[in-house]
């Protein structure tokens, strides 16, 4: 649990609060920019949200995300303190956002990456914390700040996306606590996860099945990668977002401890997503091999292509950690 009094005293100070959180946004980011957002404006300050890429369409329904903010060409954010959130570095903002920021403007990180990199001039990293929003909830326990329904919505839209449903073994009891208060807070439990959870585009299916072709088995099959090359993407019309949640599916069988998607970008980058069920064969170290981070049992990186390469250096490096 942080000290949240040297956060608590800028915010105080600040008349206008720039929130960012990091690009192609997931329920994390999402939520807990806007629960800030709002927590904010409730006690009186001005707030722009502002975020590299559009808001995911299964994360729409999430309410006044139409306050988010996308990067204009030349145009300055009047504003006196940044806060940045869910972001492990700054290159995960994206450059289009950082030129919005003002020179030199005071800038909070809260974050809950272990491989955060202490980009602010105040860092809270907590990396005992499933999700940005379980802290974000305790400063604002600490601050004293009211959560209404929508906060409450955003908050639990953030802790369960990166909890897998309060399900992952970084779920401790105090997250479950604060499940607890976000439905005293107004929460609509069930209609928050069917939207969540059960509200997905045919697309995404049609993804699914062309992904699961060609599932790949590696290590006596405790090792399960897919690949998604541009123009199977491109073909379906798939969206930012659509194709989070295809590693859990390959995670979940049986023999597999260590599960990669493999997803070549617009830019030609493979976009390589990993998840571990075992802190013996993290999966934090391996995408920092390549330059990634995030944590032991989920982390991410990015490859130069093309996808084939990215597959066979990837999972090289994890079958390196299988044979020792
Ligand atoms: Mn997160």
Same mark, same amino acid.
Do not use: C
């Given at each position: 649990m942080s000290d949240f009094s040297s956060i608590i005293e800028r915010i105080d100070l600040a008349t206008?609060?720039?929130?960012?959180?990091?690009?192609?946004?997931? *329920?994390? #980011?999402? *939520?807990?920019?806007?629960?800030? #957002?709002?927590?904010?404006?409730?006690? *009186?300050?001005?707030?722009?949200?502002?975020?590299?890429?559009?808001?995911?369409?299964?994360?729409?329904?999430l309410p006044q995300t139409d306050r988010i903010r996308r990067p204009v060409a030349g145009e300055t954010i009047d504003c006196d303190l940044l806060l940045v959130l869910d972001s492990a570095g700054r290159d995960r903002i994206g450059q289009a956002v950082w030129d919005s920021v003002p020179e030199g403007v005071f800038t909070i990180n809260i974050d809950h990456h272990i491989s955060n990199t202490g980009y602010g001039d105040l860092n809270c990293v907590d990396s005992t914390s499933p999700a940005t929003g379980q802290i974000l909830f305790q400063l604002?326990?600490?601050? *004293?700040?009211?959560?209404?329904?929508?906060?409450?919505?955003?908050?639990?839209?953030?802790?369960?996306t990166d909890t897998g449903s309060f399900c992952y073994p970084s779920t401790t009891s105090e997250t479950m606590r604060i499940g607890g208060a976000l439905i005293d807070a107004g929460l609509d439990l069930g209609k928050t996860n069917q939207m969540l959870y059960e509200n997905y585009p045919r697309r995404r299916v049609e993804a699914m099945r062309i992904l699961l072709q060609d599932l790949r088995f590696d290590c006596d099959g405790k090792c399960a990668s897919v690949k998604l090359p541009l123009s199977v993407s491109e073909n379906l019309g798939l969206q930012l977002g659509d194709t989070e949640g295809v590693i859990d599916v390959i995670r979940a069988i049986d023999s597999v401890v260590v599960a990669v998607f493999f997803e070549e970008l617009p830019n030609g980058k493979i976009r390589v997503s990993s998840r571990s069920k075992d802190t013996a064969h993290g999966v934090g170290e391996i995408c920092a091999v390549f330059g990634g981070g995030g944590h032991t049992l989920a982390a991410g990186a990015r490859l130069p292509g093309p996808i084939e390469k990215a597959e066979a250096l990837f999972l090289e490096e994890v079958a390196n950690r299988f044979d020792t």
């Open positions: 206008r609060i720039l929130v960012l959180s990091h690009d192609r946004p997931d *329920g994390d #980011a999402i *939520g807990s920019a806007m629960a800030t #957002a709002l927590l904010l404006k409730k006690v *009186g300050k001005d707030v722009v949200v502002m975020n590299h890429d559009e808001v995911p369409e299964l994360l729409a329904f604002a326990e600490a601050a *004293g700040w009211k959560i209404d329904r929508d906060i409450a919505t955003h908050l639990y839209a953030a802790i369960s």
